[in-house]
């Protein structure tokens, strides 16, 4: 009976130290992530900028792409290893993670808006050069 005794204790000598931390990251962490809410918004939005621009027009070397991405989150001022930590801490506060996404969808929004109305600005100013050259031309 003893022996039983003793082999039960030393597994869970064995499996708590393993388990515990297991358990331990299952609970939602309240500290705070390397990287806050706003500059993290910005490098996602980033990154899904330039995640389309490698999908529509990719590199000739298919691992040149670690390079763009790298150089990402150095432009931030901060190293791939906080990113990741980041992200880990904001997968486990999801209701912090879906601010940060709303954000990302409105900077894209607003840049999508921006880029939209340069178009129609150089659509303009071209339609105004050729106007000017059609009345420079029947003066002659």
């Not at 071209?126 to 029947?138: G, I, N, R, S």
Request: glycine share 4%.
């Amino acid at each position: 009976m003893k022996k039983k005794q003793r082999m039960k204790n030393k597994y869970l000598t064995i499996l708590l130290p393993c388990l515990l931390p297991l358990l331990m990251s299952c609970q939602e962490d309240k500290g705070r992530p390397l990287i806050e809410e706003e500059r993290m918004a910005h490098i996602i939005a980033d990154y899904y900028m330039e995640q389309s621009t490698l999908t529509q027009f990719p590199p000739a070397k298919g691992d040149i792409r670690f390079y763009y991405y790298s150089g990402l989150v150095e432009k931030y001022g901060c190293t791939e290893e906080e990113f990741d930590s980041s992200v880990v801490w904001y997968t486990k506060n999801l209701d912090v993670y879906e601010k940060v996404y709303n954000q990302v969808e409105k900077i894209l929004e607003a840049r999508k808006d921006s880029i939209l109305n340069l178009i129609e600005i150089q659509k303009s100013t071209a339609k105004d050069t050729v106007m000017t050259q059609d009345t420079l031309t029947a003066g002659k």
